[in-house]
């Protein structure tokens, strides 16, 4: 039987979104193979919710570090990085795997100066990309080209990712390997639509529903959703519009959509538990996928 290893993940936020789902599945790959499990993570608060409310994997050890934040933070960051050594010291871990951009930096260079024997990034979304200022970019390419120094193998959740990465020159295209997000597909293609939930929200019945499903933030889309509903709305009257997710940009959404008196169309679910989004997709007659940023 193969050695049980000690192993740490390292994430920025658990909030309900792609990239934590793959790292829990990853997470309970390792649990069910019997290794010891800790999960590091900062603070998951706010309207895109918290994935380990409902989805802790029994078995892994989790560690909060509240320093650990999205945004840049010089303070936050310097003594995010310090408690990540402290740990990193006193826990010898065989493996530290750093996940997103923040925590990825920040972990592989804590766990480097530690001398963890293995050090592995996956990147799930860039943190450089078009629509964000030059001087930004330029910082998260060279903090990126440092991190990668300082761990022995990246993977990524699609191809383009290692084609952006190689093209911004963080690190050779031999450190990459993609190793794509697993979901259960069973599940939607089971799933049927379900009276009692397209009454709980109140879509009429035989009306046409075009849904988005993404957290209400920058990037996501729904500007553009919302600028194209009158012109749809115009054509076919009795459309519904069905969006599942929460965020920061809700209120401002919300408040455009009473701005062009499009209230009755627009349908809020709200945040959704991962499994159930399978059940919100069966309602749906179109989806609608208009992220101008995504990792996959």
């Known amino acids: 039987m193969s050695r049980k290893l000690s192993i740490c993940h390292v994430i920025t936020r658990m909030i309900i979104g792609g990239a934590q789902e793959n790292t829990l599945y990853t997470i309970r790959g390792h649990l069910e193979k019997g290794h010891r499990v800790t999960l590091i993570t900062g603070g998951s608060t706010g309207p895109e919710g918290n994935l380990l409310q409902n989805s802790c994997p029994e078995g892994m050890e989790l560690l909060e570090l509240p320093e650990m934040v999205r945004e ?60 964000q200022a030059a001087w930004k970019n330029k910082l998260y390419i060279l903090a990126e080209k440092i991190a990668a120094r300082r761990c022995h193998k990246i993977y990524t959740v699609a191809q383009a990712m290692i084609e952006q990465c190689v093209q911004a020159g963080v690190a ?23 009276e009692s939930l397209r009454l709980k929200l109140s879509l009429p019945a035989g009306t046409p529903v075009i849904g988005k499903i993404a957290r209400i933030f920058e990037l996501k889309g729904y500007e553009h959703l919302v600028a194209a509903a009158p012109q749809i709305a115009a054509a076919v009257p009795g459309v519904r519009f069905l ?7 809700r209120p401002a959404i919300e408040q455009r ?40």
């Open 243 to 249: 969006l599942v997710g929460d965020g920061i940009l």
């Open 72 to 131: 840049l933070n010089p303070w936050k960051d310097w003594r995010a990085y310090c408690k990540l050594k402290k740990i990193f010291r006193a826990r010898h871990f065989d493996v530290v795997h750093t996940h997103a951009s923040k925590a990825g930096i920040l972990g592989r260079l804590a766990a480097a100066k530690c001398a963890v024997p293995l050090i592995v990034h996956t990147v799930h979304g860039q943190a450089f990309h078009p629509y």
């Open 172 to 194: 050779p295209r031999d450190k990459y390997q993609v190793v794509y997000s697993g979901m259960d597909l069973q599940a939607f293609l089971n799933a049927r639509p379900e």
């Open 257 to 296: 959509i009473a701005a062009l008196g499009l209230q009755e169309h627009f349908v809020f679910a709200g945040l959704v538990p991962p499994q159930d989004i399978c059940r919100y997709t069966a309602l749906m007659d179109v989806l609608a996928h208009l992220s101008l940023r995504e990792g996959l």
